[in-house]
């Protein structure tokens, strides 16, 4: 049993000794333009699962989630955040998307959405904390409250069976880019609101050429 240990030990070891190497060789590929291997895809997503599903363990949806009050509000969020790259229907695909690695879901395809009721909380949690090293921001540090968040939640849970009308329909009805997600006192505005605007300053709208 003893050697038996000790051969283990060695084994591990030396593995980690000749991973070490790998990495410390420039082994590692971190370009977004080529894939990791199938085993390390793998042991991201495995690892990236069990951390979610620890942290997300307790988190209750509100009872209200699937209320069309919250898709409303949720749709003017998705579209002035989200859209760029996660979709919308009928949009088959972005610039920035076609550049990132991962490549940020489709919310639009019901494929791509992970969307069993039980995946309410994980969506929450992910839109609210980001994913890390994925270009999946944490919203939640750029000021969006957690009603917000559960709005965001609640519209790409229904986004899928949207057409792309009824997707307009949704973005016109809503209050557009808001971080709030309940009915407040409308927050005084610096200037006239010009496109989409964190600061109050805003961008210059120059053409975009290649
Ligand atoms: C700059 C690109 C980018 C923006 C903007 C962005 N995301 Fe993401 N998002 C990603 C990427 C990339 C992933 C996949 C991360 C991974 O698999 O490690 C992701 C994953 C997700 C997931 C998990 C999907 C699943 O089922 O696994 C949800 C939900 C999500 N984003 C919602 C949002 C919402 C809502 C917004 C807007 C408030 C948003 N994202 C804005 C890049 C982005």
Redesign the pocket.
């Known amino acids: 049993m003893k050697q038996f240990l000790l051969g283990a030990a060695s084994v591990i070891g030396l593995g980690a000794i000749a991973g070490f190497g790998y990495i410390q060789n420039g082994g590692l590929d971190f370009a977004a333009d080529t894939a990791h291997s199938d085993g390390v895809t793998k042991l991201i997503a495995w690892a990236?699962e069990q951390s979610i599903t620890r942290q997300t363990k307790d988190i209750v949806p509100p009872g209200d989630l699937t209320s069309g009050e919250r898709i409303r509000r949720g749709a003017g969020?998705?579209e002035a955040?989200?859209v760029?790259?996660?979709l919308s229907p009928g949009v088959e695909n972005s610039e920035?998307r076609k550049g990132?690695y991962?490549?940020?879901?489709n919310?639009a395809l019901a494929d791509d959405?992970?969307n069993a009721s039980e995946?309410d909380g994980r969506?929450f949690w992910?839109?609210k904390h980001g994913?890390k090293g994925?270009?999946?921001?944490a919203?939640a540090k750029g000021g969006m409250d957690d009603e917000a968040i559960w709005d965001?939640t609640a519209f790409?849970k229904v986004l899928p069976k949207l057409s792309a009308n009824e997707y307009q329909a949704n973005v016109a009805a809503s209050e557009g880019h808001s971080h709030a997600g309940m009915p407040h006192e409308p927050a005084p505005r610096q200037q006239p609101e010009k496109g989409h605007n964190h600061e109050g300053h805003s961008h210059s709208r120059h053409k975009h050429s290649h």
Do not use: D, E, K, Q
């Open positions: 990236r969020n998705y955040m989200c760029g790259c996660h920035i990132l991962p490549v940020p879901p919310l959405a992970t995946g969506r992910i839109i994913i994925s270009g999946m921001p919203w965001l790409i």
